[in-house]
């Protein structure tokens, strides 16, 4: 059985910084991609970025990019999102996902329809 396991939430003023990690276990992690959402109070579950287990291929959010990181350990089998310059307006709850349909990023990666494994979430609050 797949789990995923996020870390590293909590509270931060704005322009700080925060890395998330999310352990993965119950399969194989090497030809599959994983990702990063994020959902704020009143909003839909929004894409924010995705990282190819082989290759470590990554693709952003427009809001993120240039701010965040997405990484992985394969010998840990954890992916990170390193989260810098944070915003009030990147308070959400932040979740893990695993994609076994592709191997490498495509064009429906920001989906959350592609992922079939998701995590509990770990609350991020960015204060101004």
């Known amino acids: 059985q797949v789990q995923l396991v996020e870390s590293g939430g909590g509270l931060v003023q704005a322009g700080g910084s925060l890395r998330l990690s999310c352990a993965a276990s119950?399969?194989?992690?090497?030809?599959?991609?994983m990702g990063w959402f994020r959902q704020a109070p009143g909003k839909e579950r929004e894409f924010v970025a995705a990282?190819?287990?082989?290759?470590?291929?990554?693709y952003y959010a427009d809001s993120v990019k240039g701010r965040f990181t997405i990484s992985r350990d394969i010998a840990k089998n954890t992916v990170y999102l390193q989260m810098d310059s944070l915003k009030p307006e990147d308070t959400a709850v932040y979740y893990c996902?695993?994609?076994?349909?592709?191997?490498?990023?495509?064009?429906?990666?920001?989906?959350?329809?592609?992922?079939?494994?998701w995590g509990q979430g770990t609350q991020v609050t960015v204060s101004s």
């Open positions: 996902a695993a994609d076994w349909n592709h191997t490498t990023i495509v064009a429906t990666t920001t989906l959350q329809e592609e992922y079939e494994y």
């Open positions: 119950g399969r194989t992690f090497s030809r599959n991609v």
């Open positions: 990282i190819s287990w082989y290759g470590g291929r990554t």
